[in-house]
T-cell receptor, first 112, second 115 residues
Framework: QKEVEQDPGPLSVPEGAIVSLNCTYS??????FMWYRQYSRKGPELLMY????GNKEDGRFTAQVDKSSKYISLFIRDSQPSDSATYLC????????????FGSGTQLTVLP | KAGVTQTPRYLIKTRGQQVTLSCSPI?????VSWYQQTPGQGLQFLFE???????NKGNFPGRFSGRQFSNSRSEMNVSTLELGDSALYLC??????????????FGPGTRLTVL
């Protein structure tokens, strides 16, 4: 079993929809949680960064972390065709320096 | 502020050859991490350098090596290339503090194809 599980999709939604992306993890030592967006043939772009449990909002994006359930989510409100990309969750813990453990990524398509 | 730069962007090599990839971090950043991305395995951590010292290494064979220079630029080397080394190699740059929780910013990657 992988340390981080992420539904690979593909996920297809109409423009304006609310998108929910999720990851589960097994390593309780993880403390830092990130969401990256990766367009085809590009490097990952950091979208959201959270420490420990709680919510964080940035524009149309909201990240949630529930450490008790080992579950993290990314919500995208009013989704746009430009949001079409692969979304990767990533996490790290105190004993692993900057080693990020990634989910496999969810491919999202927002249809105009 | 300029982002992370990686050179070259594309490389084609044959089995048995070696290759060197280069990464220049964001100005002022002292940590550089390398990752390999393949369709089958996803993004996997290779190693991290901070102030010219390797701080952490992933589960890759010794054919994969790296180094960091005093200006924080980093190189990774893969010797005796195998077909399975074909991948997107990504470099990530982070903070000035050395703290574990510093955010990591990725470059565009070098796409290596081994024939």
């Amino acid at each position: 079993q992988k340390e981080v599980e992420q539904d690979p999709g593909p996920l297809s939604v109409p423009e304006g929809a609310i998108v929910s992306l999720n990851c589960t993890y097994s390593n309780s030592a993880f403390q830092y949680f990130m969401w990256y967006r990766q367009y085809s043939r590009k490097g990952p772009e950091l979208l959201m960064y959270t420490y420990s449990s709680g919510n964080k909002e940035d524009g149309r994006f909201t990240a949630q972390v529930d450490k008790s359930s080992k579950y993290i989510s990314l919500f995208i409100r009013d989704s746009q065709p430009s949001d079409s990309a692969t979304y990767l969750c990533a996490m790290s813990g105190p004993g692993s320096a900057r080693q990020l453990t990634f989910g496999s990524g969810t491919q999202l398509t927002v249809l105009p | 502020k300029a982002g992370v730069t990686q050179t070259p962007r594309y490389l084609i090599k044959t089995r048995g050859q070696q290759v060197t990839l280069s990464c220049s971090p964001i100005s002022g950043h002292r940590s550089v991490s390398w990752y390999q991305q393949t369709p089958g395995q996803g993004l996997q951590f290779l190693f991290e350098y901070f102030s010219e010292t390797q701080r952490n290494k992933g589960n890759f064979p010794g054919r994969f090596s790296g180094r960091q220079f005093s200006n924080s630029r980093s190189e990774m080397n893969v010797s005796t290339l195998e077909l399975g080394d074909s991948a997107l190699y990504l470099c990530a740059s982070s903070g000035t503090s050395g703290r574990v929780g510093d955010e990591q910013f990725f470059g565009p990657g070098t796409r290596l194809t081994v024939l």
